[in-house]
């Protein structure tokens, strides 16, 4: 058998606080019932996790 040794990569650095920022997410979206607030987490994470300095959400009625 072979086994690959996986050598860390500075990337991976990046990567893991990704995860725990959408860990992060998920815990605190588990944790309302108000759709406002997790519309706004959401969005919130999602600027820290790209690096954008703003972010917005439209929300669409399709059946109007």
């Known amino acids: 058998m072979f086994f690959r040794q996986n050598k ?3 990337g991976n650095k990046v990567s ?3 995860y725990y920022l959408l860990y992060e997410l998920f815990q605190s979206i588990s944790s309302t019932l108000e759709p406002k607030e997790a519309l706004n987490l959401i969005i919130d994470a999602a600027v820290k996790i790209t690096g954008a300095t703003s972010g917005s959400l439209i929300l669409v009625d399709w059946k109007k």
Do not use: F, G, V
């Open 16 to 18: 893991q606080d990704r």
């Open 8 to 10: 860390p990569k500075e």
